[in-house]
């Protein structure tokens, strides 16, 4: 696996070591490179893509864009709202905003997208949240972690990931990794329950 950090990056080597620890505790053989760049100045705070296989690239690569400037915050995605049995939706929670109204054509369930956000103070803590953020698609795409390869769990991990990183603590271990994805996926799962 390649890393490939763009000309005018600066990332301390705090974070180089604690994403390298990171990723470095799963099997990486399928996985082509981790580029961090600046991105586009079309947009601000952090992004990112995990690129699948494809026929004619048969590797995963993962690109972090990292345009700030810091600090910023990090729109993030939250658990859905659901109507209780009377029709009526729960308030969003704290910090959050309630988004669309979304309505499925075949069961007429309707749901609120939440968003949230997340201050990340530094060039360092951006890439540790976006790096974070990606890594969960390759992990839970390769089935290294449990849980759903969704946006919204992808944001939840980077988020519980945070602030160790924050605090100058090692990088999640492995044992963390797939006890924090169960839990994420047994409150989505309990989410989806209370909606019924």
């Known amino acids: ?68 400037p810091f600090p910023c915050d990090i729109s993030t995605r939250k658990r859905p709202l659901y109507a209780d049995p009377n029709g009526l939706f729960p308030r969003a929670p704290r910090g959050c905003r309630r988004g669309a109204l979304i309505v499925d054509p075949k069961s007429g369930k309707k749901w609120y997208r939440v968003h949230g956000k997340t201050r990340v103070k530094t060039l360092d803590s951006g890439i540790a949240w976006i790096l974070d953020h990606e890594s969960f698609h390759f992990l839970r795409k390769t089935r290294q972690t449990p849980g759903r390869n969704t946006e919204i769990e992808a944001d939840a991990f980077a988020d519980q990931c945070l602030p160790n990183f924050l605090k100058g603590g090692p990088p999640p271990q492995q044992s963390f990794v797939k006890r924090l994805t169960r839990q994420l996926r047994l409150s989505w799962v309990g989410t989806l329950k209370g909606s019924q």
């Open 1 to 68: 696996m390649k890393w490939h950090i763009a000309h005018g990056i600066a990332p301390t080597n705090r974070v180089l070591s604690w994403t390298h620890n990171f990723i470095n505790q799963y099997d990486t053989s399928k996985l082509e490179s981790i580029r961090i760049s600046p991105g586009s100045n079309r947009y601000e705070g952090v992004y990112g893509h995990c690129h699948y296989p494809t026929k004619k690239r048969p590797t995963y690569r993962i690109s972090c864009q990292v345009p700030g």
